[in-house]
């Protein structure tokens, strides 16, 4: 039904057939690719959109953006903790590495005196390293690595690069037990390197030593280096030992107290020089015991013909 005076709507409206319409685009999209290519005339239109539409594109790549930013990061952080940690280790292997090259340039520097020590005297040895102390605690005695199997025996002498400091008492198969100078029980017999006076220094615990009989007006002052003497046939003459470091003169007393200070390493802990034994002194030549015979001859005979 329709009332008067009006139509009832139509319920599909109508336009362009679709065949039209398509038509109609295809041509329009040909003309702009045409126009595009040959007369660039969407260039500008294209700029217009692509500013319009920035802050979009920005917003719509904003979550992609913060996530390679924090992973970035976080690999980032992961690598310079990497990087740090063996940084670290490369300064510990490089500070052990500095440390080893100045024990070993200190121990170069020992030997290379142990082997100056050993050029300037006339007699063989060879080097040995101090283990440890004796187990007596009131002994002064170190023990070291080398012993009879190296050809290490009782009585050789042990110096360092600076002077003598001990002496082998006791010898094992694979190490030997060596008396600081500054034994008790130690002795040695020395000479001042100035003016030839011998004497017998004694060692008188840690670090010090004692001259023993010498009258309180014996020619030595304070600073005057002691020498062996080589008087025991045990120590080659000439070697530094010790200097006097404090001369006590007391009139009531027949001999000085002079105390002396070791020259070489006593303890110290380190490489030392067994020195070999000292040869054998030649015999006495007969022609000296002939010409004896013959000075004292005359006297046997004037003794026999006393009544």
Not at 28 to 57: G, N
Not at 138 to 159: C, L, P
Not at 263 to 268: D, H, P, T
Not at 290 to 303: D, E, G, Y
Request: a positive charge.
């Amino acid at each position: 039904m329709s009332v008067a005076g009006h139509e009832p709507p139509p319920f599909f409206k109508r336009g362009p057939a679709p065949v039209a319409r398509l038509v109609f685009f295809v041509t329009l999209s040909i003309v702009l690719l045409v126009s595009d290519v040959r007369l660039k005339a969407m260039e500008h239109v294209r700029l217009a959109l692509t500013t319009a539409i920035w802050p979009l594109q920005q917003v719509a790549y904003s979550p992609i953006n913060v996530g390679e930013t924090v992973a970035s990061y976080f690999t980032r952080l992961s690598t310079i903790l990497s990087d740090n940690r063996e940084l670290q280790k490369r300064q510990l292997s490089d500070a052990s590495r500095l440390v080893r090259q100045s024990y070993l340039e200190d121990e170069n520097k020992r030997l290379r005196a142990l082997l100056d020590m050993r050029d300037r005297q006339p007699v063989e040895g060879q080097i040995a390293e101090i283990l440890y102390s004796a187990r007596d605690p009131f002994s002064r005695r170190v023990i070291i690595d080398k012993g009879s199997q190296q050809g290490i025996e009782s009585g050789q002498a042990v110096v360092d690069g600076v002077g003598v400091i001990g002496q082998v008492v006791r010898v094992f198969p694979l190490t030997a037990e060596v008396a600081l100078l500054t034994d008790n029980e130690q002795s040695i017999p020395v000479k001042v390197a100035r003016n030839g006076l011998r004497a017998v220094l004694a060692g008188a615990g840690p670090g010090a030593m004692e001259l023993h009989f010498l009258a309180s007006n014996a020619e030595i002052e304070a600073g005057d280096t002691l020498v062996t003497s080589g008087l025991d046939g045990i120590f080659l003459p000439g070697l530094p030992v010790a200097t006097v470091s404090k001369i006590d003169r007391d009139s009531s007393f027949a001999f000085a107290r002079i105390l002396c200070t070791p020259l070489g390493g006593v303890e110290k802990h380190g490489l030392v020089l067994v020195l070999s034994s000292r040869a054998e002194q030649p015999e006495r030549p007969p022609e000296l015991d002939k010409a004896k015979t013959k000075s004292q001859s005359p006297s046997r005979v004037r003794a026999s013909r006393k009544p």
